[in-house]
């Protein structure tokens, strides 16, 4: 019996598969190098033993890696732009006589050159769109040298070198706020195929809901189409129940590579929206000479429209899209997550209540998109022409091949509905010209290539105001309260926007927040802000230094002030009905090689979760406007000490999306709240508290109808006052399975915490243990500043004996014996 089953359909993760054959994900058995080898020779040619210098050394890793899993974030480097290489051994054993076997990136980074031995295969340029290369002939020409049996004893080495140096002809641009990643960040997989094949399915779908039909257009791209004649399809349509509802069948007579299969309507299909996600099955069938090549699509029926200086429209009904970001990127492995870490935060992101997705800034992995399609999130999926101006020739080409390539491959996916073209593209700096009639030449040729392509959905650009006449929809840049202007401002900003456009969506909004840190009157710097001159982000603005007063720069980066914030985006939204919807920027922080300074070096903090998934408070608000499960959450979860005057009263506010809520304090009852939208903040559901020096249990009850949820936190109340940060003190507060976590604290010279201190610390560790760092989150960073006067990052203590250390300007050393 052949190694791999042979069947009708084998499908990578269950879904949408480009080729679905008999297929095996590679991800054990991999060697690693980082930087470059002399050669390909370098890679295969053997090693005798005690010879070590013929070879450089390899690690073993496991896919997906990245070359920048942990310097994306280092704070005492740049991250590492360059060559690297990866190699393993492959059992081959095709089933199919006269099959092909594939090599099927999923995608990785930058550029990439696949080797079988020493013969060069297949490259690519492009670090997120999916390609194959075809390795049959140079393994059948490799299993005819000796070496096949004497050196790799009847496997094929395979060699792979990934290149993200920069170049200027490539985008995304190296100016752009995120990673440009190295490495196989996604799967490979190794697949067979009968010689004749289906490589591509493209569904076409109209929903006539008056006719409460559907229209369904099926056409076909098959591999090797010369030896196509005679060969018979067979294709299934499968409603959401399992139950067929439609079948062809055909001859092919004439060779053809993409080729009109069949027309129908669908009666009273079961539409797709984000609260059902009714899914389709399209399975199409190839039988060629006894051996059959089977693909099979998920699809969905679904009528949107974005009206003409108007809302969004879902099937007939107004839909307020409320959107987030993702970034391709994660604690610990920066691009290289698994199918889990994705599925956990699509997952996240759906009981936030999100129906909307914008992928920032480049075609992201089919798990993405399978997922958005099954838990019924409509997505924005754009290339990465990213800021930087535009390029010749070669750089163009790249452009419209991605996008080509983005279109293809995600063409069946229900929740697309927008294709991005660019993203600030106003923003200059790799080239010496920067011409905005070339710029929109260029972007007219995208737009028109995107509607030949599919002319069912709509084009967009986010923040190119001298090109937003092109595409179908437009999201200038509105970030009220954060770069430019006040928070309140944002509703009148953003119908002077709608007023510009046709259609108006507004993507990216929100600003950074340093978790764990809170603030007692976090919108003090909302007084030094002119208000009036716009809140659209300019040049310098995201900088820390100079320019006009801004809460970017002069603002506490509290998680106080960015929920205050995001509580106002959110009423407001509720009360503008011209409003398509928006998409805060992002959903969880991600490294940047631009932003060095930040509280947690090279992190953009703008995410409503951390790197490693950890919630900010942030995340409870978006739950309390969009969740339909009733949910309630105190703020300061991770606010450990208050502070103020003896008997102050202090704000506590309570983030529910129920009808009501009763809070006690140590016991007591303070009384009722109902929930009203209108009343900021956190609509209406919160206490003035007096507050005495000690300590207090906090818990609400919350009633939706007969479902009842609680909430409970404990949390100190500090009286004395403190002077100015004079000695640091470390000590060990918790220690489980071998990772202690060890805290830091900003003491006056009267051994007070000081609440308000920021300072820079940095941890350093000697002995037997390790740090957990250069994770790109508040507890997980050597280099972090201060929350409220302290910070935290663990250690695995490894069996041994350690001695801790943080240092900071001004300060003197602190010490830590881990024992």
């Known amino acids: 019996m052949k190694k791999y ?192 094949y289906v490589d591509k399915v493209f569904a076409e779908t109209h929903t006539d809901l008056k006719a409460k039909s559907a229209n369904l257009n099926v056409k076909i791209r098959l591999a090797d189409p010369a030896g196509s004649i005679g060969a ?30 069949f027309k129908t309507t669908i009666k009273a299909p079961k539409l797709w929206s984000p609260t059902t996600p009714a899914m389709y099955t399209l399975v199409t069938s190839l039988n060629n000479g006894g051996e059959t090549s089977v693909k099979k699509e998920k699809i969905g029926f679904r009528n949107f429209e974005f009206v003409k200086k108007g ?51 480049y075609q992201q992995s089919r798990i993405v998109l399978d997922l958005c399609d099954s838990l019924g999130i409509m997505v924005w999926e754009e290339i990465p022409w990213c800021r930087g101006g535009l390029g010749g020739p070669i750089y163009q080409e790249q452009a419209k091949r991605m996008l080509v ?29 920067f011409d905005q009639e070339k710029i929109r030449a260029f972007m007219k040729e995208l737009n028109d290539l995107s509607h030949k392509l599919d002319p069912g959905r709509m084009t967009a650009i986010r923040r190119c105001d001298f090109a937003r006449d092109i595409v179908d929809v437009y999201s200038p840049s509105i970030w009220a309260g954060w770069y430019r202007g ?7 900003v953003s119908k002077e926007e709608f007023d510009k456009s046709d259609r108006f969506l507004h993507v990216e909004w929100g600003g950074d927040s340093h978790a764990r840190r809170h603030a007692e009157n976090p919108d003090n710097a909302l007084s030094l802000i002119k208000v009036g001159g716009g809140a659209d982000e300019r040049a310098g603005d995201a900088s820390l230094y100079g320019g006009a007063a801004r809460v970017s720069k002069d603002g506490d980066w509290s998680e106080s002030y960015i929920n205050n914030l995001i509580d106002w985006h959110l009423k407001e939204q509720e009360t503008m009905p011209w409003l398509s919807g928006s998409a805060f920027w992002p959903f969880k922080d991600f490294s940047t090689p631009i932003r060095p300074e930040n509280p947690v070096p090279y992190v953009n903090q703008k995410g409503v979760v951390e790197r490693d998934f950890t919630k900010k408070e942030s995340f409870y608000v978006f739950q309390s406007y969009w969740s339909k499960t009733p949910m309630a959450h105190i703020y300061g979860h991770s606010w450990p000490v208050r502070w103020g ?28 709240r109902k929930r009203n939208s209108q009343d900021f903040p956190a609509a209406g559901l919160r206490w003035q508290i007096p507050m005495f020096k000690g ?125």
């Open 695 to 819: 300590k207090y249990t906090i818990k609400v009850i919350a009633r939706s109808g007969k479902t009842v949820v609680t909430d409970e936190i404990t949390q100190e109340y500090q009286t004395e006052k403190w002077g100015k940060p004079a000695t640091l003190v470390l000590n060990k507060v918790s220690e489980e399975n071998g990772v202690a976590t060890i805290e830091v604290k900003a003491l006056d010279n009267k051994n007070i915490l000081c609440l308000d201190a920021i300072n820079l610390v940095e941890f350093m560790l000697t002995g037997d243990g390790k740090l957990i760092d250069n994770q790109g989150t508040s507890s997980g960073s050597r280099k972090v500043q201060l929350y409220n006067g302290r910070a935290i990052i663990k250690v695995m203590t490894q069996g041994g004996s350690s001695v801790a250390a943080v240092k900071s300007a001004g300060f003197k050393t602190a010490f830590l014996d881990l024992r």
């Open 486 to 492: 006040n928070y309140t401002e944002y509703k009148a």
């Open 405 to 433: 390539n983005m279109v293809e491959q995600h063409y069946n996916h229900p929740g697309v509905i927008i294709w991005g073209l660019g993203n600030e593209n106003d923003w200059p700096g790799d080239f010496p010209e």
């Open 645 to 672: 005057d003896e008997g102050a009263e202090r704000m506590v506010k309570v983030y529910s999306n129920c009808q009501e809520a009763e809070l006690f304090v140590n016991g007591k009852s303070y009384g009722i």
């Open 5 to 196: 089953l042979l069947c009708a359909l084998v499908f990578l993760m269950g879904t949408n598969a480009i080729l679905a054959q008999t297929s095996q994900r590679l991800i054990n058995n991999w060697e690693y190098v980082k930087g470059d080898l002399g050669g390909i020779w370098e890679a295969v040619r053997p090693v005798k033993e005690g010879n070590p210098e013929a070879s450089p050394v390899w690690t073993k890793v496991s896919l997906p890696h990245c070359f920048n899993a942990l310097d994306a974030v280092d704070p005492d480097v740049n991250y590492y732009q360059g060559p690297g290489w990866y190699r393993t051994n492959l059992n081959v054993d095709n089933p199919y006589q006269t099959g092909r076997t594939l090599l099927h990136f999923e995608g990785a980074g930058q550029k990439t050159t696949v080797y079988i031995y020493n013969t060069k295969v297949a490259e690519h340029v492009g670090g997120y769109d999916e390609w194959t290369a075809d390795l049959t002939d140079a393994i059948e020409a490799f299993k005819k040298l000796p070496v096949f049996k004497s050196q790799f004893k009847g496997k094929i080495p395979l060699s792979i070198r990934c290149d993200n140096t920069r170049d200027l002809e490539m985008i995304p641009s190296n100016l752009s706020d995120f990673n440009v990643y190295g490495g196989l960040y996604r799967y490979v997989n190794l697949i067979y195929t009968p010689k004749l």
């Open 232 to 261: 018979t399809i067979n294709c299934e349509l499968i409603d959401p129940a399992g139950k067929s509802v439609y079948r062809y069948t055909t001859k092919i007579s004439a060779g053809a590579g993409d080729a009109q299969l």
């Open 311 to 361: 809302p969004f429209m879902l099937n007939g009904q107004r839909l307020l899209l409320q959107g987030t970001h993702r970034h391709e990127d994660h604690a610990g492995v920066a691009a290289a997550m698994t199918e889990d870490m994705i599925r956990t935060e699509m997952t996240m992101m759906k009981e936030m209540g999100v129906n909307f997705i914008r992928l920032g800034h």
